[in-house]
């Protein structure tokens, strides 16, 4: 990998973990708790403004999982799972869009002269539904960075868009679950909501997930990585 490639990923983690450090100030926190209540103030219109702000989160790289959590805290677990599901579903496919259309050129370029970059590229393309699935399910991948991360790749905005749909509903129904238990606004801002028993039961299936997913990616990308060597080798003119 290059200098100035390695300088942007570097550029970019910087950014992200400033981005993750910031938002756990707690004046930042108070900001957040501000909005929560003039969502709260705003009665039938608070769960669109849920939606909303959550778009806006996914976009910026801000967590959203505070508002699933509010969102479950001030309208109960069906509407504000709706609310918050519908949010995050938007943002999503936003951030995925941005990434694709100021990104994606850049990184075919890249992995064009690199042919393991090109299999793992070529195998979340290939099996992108699966693969953006289970990503969803998995806790340990950063919601707003893979986002943007999987624009760069093949997969299609549709498999990207229904494995995402599907994907956050175990987790988005926990979360808001967790914010209907809640005790105060102030603890939902914060954060620093009880898990429980069932957030360590979803920990260890996000886990396994992650494990399959990684294993899954790794299969098809040496499966196309060795197609794309054997149709090299076709393709050579035969030696006199």
Not at 205 to 225: D, E, N
């Amino acid at each position: 990998m290059r200098l100035k490639s390695i300088l942007v990923l570097l550029l970019v983690g910087l950014v992200a973990g400033i981005i993750i450090w910031g938002v756990s100030l707690p004046s930042v926190r108070q900001h957040m708790l501000t909005v929560l209540q003039w969502i709260q103030e705003l009665g039938p219109w608070g769960p669109f403004f849920v939606t909303l702000f959550y778009i806006a989160a996914c976009v910026f790289l801000l967590p959203g999982s505070v508002l699933t959590l509010a969102a479950g805290f001030l309208f109960g677990v069906p509407i504000g799972f709706l609310s918050a599901w519908l949010g995050a579903t938007l943002g999503a496919c936003a951030a995925f869009l941005v990434g694709r259309t100021f990104g994606r050129a850049w990184i075919a370029a890249k992995v064009a002269g690199n042919p393991k970059f090109a299999a793992v590229d070529e195998a979340v393309g290939r099996e992108g539904f699966k693969i953006v699935f289970l990503l969803r399910l998995s806790p340990v991948f950063p919601f707003n960075i893979l986002n943007y991360a999987l624009g760069l790749t093949k997969v299609s905005f549709r498999n990207y868009a229904l494995a995402s749909f599907l994907g956050m509903i175990p987790g988005g129904l926990m979360y808001v679950y967790f914010g209907s238990a809640a005790r105060s606004l102030a603890e939902v801002a914060s954060g620093s909501v009880e898990a429980g028993r069932t957030g360590q039961v979803y920990y260890w299936v996000g886990l396994v997930a992650t494990i399959v997913v990684v294993t899954f990616i790794t299969r098809v990308a040496r499966k196309s990585l060795k197609e794309a060597q054997q149709e090299t080798a076709g393709e050579q003119p035969e030696q006199a």
